[in-house]
């Protein structure tokens, strides 16, 4: 019995001695990259929040038309990006928008735009988690009159979570 005892533990140290990494010190941790630079927007810089109250905090937009925007969505609320992620997307005139919304629900692959009404969309952001923030550079319409934006996730519409861009 004290016999394997004595071979249990040195078993015991043997495996203590490898574990250690026989005298090697363990490798530095790497170190972070630096984050990356925010990517330049040549249009006229516009920042929107979206939060956990299913609302953004601006309803409104005016442009010349033709004007440069570069729309910056921040995403920030806590919830989980499954269960409140939010986007923006600029829509075309004279599109259905209940339409538009009812198509987006089953688009979960493509960030709630639907692919089948691509042309309905003059520009949007990928869908955002907490924390997360997206950029849309684009032109706006030529044509005076009020395009609808939206966040597409199903039922943030429903509830509020839109504004105008009014060209004028």
């Known amino acids: 019995m004290r016999l394997m005892r004595n071979n249990v533990m040195g078993v015991v140290l043997a495996v203590g001695v490898l574990a250690a990494g026989c005298g090697q010190s363990e490798p530095a ?8 630079a925010p990517a330049a927007h040549d249009g006229r810089p516009i920042a ?19 004007e440069r925007l570069s729309v910056t969505l921040v995403n920030v609320g806590s919830m989980p990006k499954f269960s409140m992620g939010h986007n923006f997307a600029l829509l075309a005139g004279g599109t259905d928008v209940k339409a538009f919304i009812k198509v987006a629900a089953e688009a979960p ?8 009404m691509s042309s309905a969309v003059l520009a949007h952001t990928k869908l955002l988690g907490p924390g997360e923030r997206d950029t849309v550079t ?3 319409p030529t044509a005076p009159g009020r395009y609808e934006f939206l966040c597409s996730f199903p039922g943030h519409y429903q ?10």
């Open 48 to 66: 929107i929040e979206a939060n956990d109250t299913i609302k953004f905090n601006v309803t409104e937009i005016r442009a010349t038309p033709g």
């Open 138 to 140: 684009f032109t706006a």
């Open 159 to 168: 509830v509020g979570m839109k504004g105008v861009l009014i060209v004028e």
């Open 29 to 36: 941790p790497a170190t972070p990259a630096p984050a990356a």
């Open 109 to 116: 692959t493509t960030d709630y735009i639907p692919a089948s």
